[in-house]
């Protein structure tokens, strides 16, 4: 064989194997990339940390949609945010607050340029899985006083055994009046908890598979324990009605969860990550809310944040995201603003002319589990927010997907994508009904790890790096 030859040959091999070691392992661009913490500054560690700590109120305050909204409206209210109505004058600068029945929130600053140049909307939800009491909830067992219950959301029911929770909520008497309760959130309150069975004494549960190691009509917390003249049943049932000052049947009308009472916390010897319930997507609409309220200027097109509620089921009802409400929120908006010329037709151009950010947390790669994603497409917690690409005519224009990255590149800000593995993962947001407004949508998150449990990880620069890019974008 000639020389030369026999080098091109060497040469096309070592081609080869580097190209299929790519494949396997990704490219060098994408290996290459810093984790977000190696690219912070002394100024932003310091902002991180300030928005952690203020991450970690919002979290605790806010367990559920009603207590979420509770918590959002007063933050809005002191950054001069104020309750539209017909009357209010849409101009540039204005900050209104659209309140859907207390369990879903819009929040809008006008912008400069007209509404028929299109919103920057973020749409992400307020409501997190979760248990929840049925209408006729108390019932004797064994001695127990328990509560019945459903569950609100896709759980691994096993995971909410043995674990401290709180019941919150409200319910509405026949005259309209309503009690909010609250149960296990405050230091020195009681908990409720669903009791496992002992590791020498469950061999009659030992053949039942994974998914039914709980099942759900074994979701029962206990309620009491201390027998009265009658029954422990009676004696919880009417300690219950005489602190709330209700009757048993009021229990019908009521919206009452049971959501892990652990407060939020560092994780880590570093406390680089922070662990919490409800970071799906208490997460995201914290770094919205924040991102609209830390505006310094008025935007160039007016900016949207949409708190919704009932994702995790479906995003029904009129809170969820599937109502019109979004749509009747800018109606009201251009009618307010134009009411002698204003038609339907000016919703219609306004939406389609407009961008929104579909926010919610995505699972981030597992190091005890890795085999359950596809490394090179999963996003891993630290190295910045995630571009979702689901595939399946999911993903957005490939065009707006280039504008996202502009405004990550311009400002710095780290990025990955994540795609779940084929014929295993799923996932999905708000953003499909946002997309049927004609409003050109992507799906973008941050990565967590123990998604839907009773408590999820995050990382504080991811968060801080999702902040950043809605705040860039809502100025856009």
């Known amino acids: ?46 902002v991180m940390d300030s928005l952690d700590a203020d991450f970690k109120r919002f979290l605790n305050a806010s367990k559920t949609e009603l207590m979420a909204t509770r918590e959002a409206i007063p933050r809005a209210e002191s950054a001069g945010f104020e309750l539209f109505s017909e009357k209010s004058s849409v101009i540039p600068g204005k900050k209104f607050i659209f309140n859907n029945r207390d369990r ?19 749409g992400t939800h307020i409501d997190s899985p979760r248990l ?12 127990f006083t328990i509560f019945k219950t459903t569950y609100h959301g896709g759980i691994k029911k096993y995971q909410w055994a043995n674990v401290p929770l709180a019941l919150v909520g409200r319910i509405d008497r026949k005259d309209g009046t309503h009690i909010d309760v609250s149960i296990g959130t405050q230091a020195g309150d009681p908990v409720f908890l669903i009791p496992d069975v002992a590791p020498h004494e469950d ?24 027998p009265g003249d009658s029954s422990t049943l009676s004696e919880t049932v009417k300690a219950v009605l005489n602190k709330y000052h209700v009757e048993e049947e009021d229990f019908v009308s009521a919206e009452l969860q049971l959501v892990p009472a652990t407060p939020a916390a560092d994780v880590g010897i570093d406390r680089g990550l922070t662990g919490s319930y409800g970071q799906d997507d208490k997460l995201s609409s914290f770094c919205a809310l924040r991102a609209l309220l830390d505006l310094e200027t008025i935007p160039r097109h007016t900016a949207l944040i949409y708190l919704s509620d009932n994702e995790e089921s479906g995003s029904d009802n009129n809170t969820g995201a599937n109502s019109t409400y979004l749509r009747e929120t800018v109606g009201r908006l251009l009618e307010a603003q134009s009411p002698h010329t204003f038609n339907e037709n000016h919703v219609r151009i306004a939406l389609h002319a407009s961008k929104a950010i579909s926010a919610d947390v995505n699972l981030g790669l597992n190091p005890i589990f890795p085999s359950t994603a596809e490394v090179t497409n999963t996003a891993r917690l630290g190295y910045g927010i995630s571009l979702k690409r689901y595939g399946h005519g999911f993903d957005a224009n490939s065009e707006f997907i280039g504008q996202i990255r502009k405004i990550l590149d311009d400002h710095h800000i780290p990025w990955q994508t994540q ?9 999905g947001t708000i953003g499909q009904f946002l997309s049927r407004e004609e409003i050109e949508v992507i799906d973008i998150g941050v990565p967590l790890l123990s998604m839907h449990s009773p408590y999820e990880i995050s990382s504080k620069v991811d968060v801080f790096n999702f902040w950043r890019l809605m705040k860039a974008f809502l100025m856009e």
């Not at 060497?10 to 060098?28: W, Y």
């Not at 879903?104 to 973020?122: C, D, K, N, Q, W």
């Not at 795609?419 to 996932?427: A, E, W």
């Open 1 to 46: 064989m000639n020389h030369s030859v026999s080098i091109s040959v060497m040469v096309f091999l070592m081609l080869v194997s580097s190209s299929t070691t790519s494949r396997a392992q990704g490219s060098d661009n994408w290996s290459a990339k810093k984790s977000g913490w190696q690219q912070l500054t002394e100024a932003d560690r310091a």
């Open 104 to 122: 879903a929130l819009i929040l809008v600053v006008v912008g400069r340029e007209p509404f028929a140049s299109g919103l920057h909307i973020i």
């Open 419 to 427: 795609t779940p593995k084929v014929d295993v993962g799923t996932g």
């Open 203 to 226: 061999r009659e549960m030992q053949d039942r598979k994974y998914n039914e190691v709980f099942k759900g009509e074994e979701m029962d917390p206990i309620v009491g324990s201390i």
């Open 132 to 143: 929840e009491l049925k209408a006729r909830p108390f019932v004797s067992a064994s001695g």
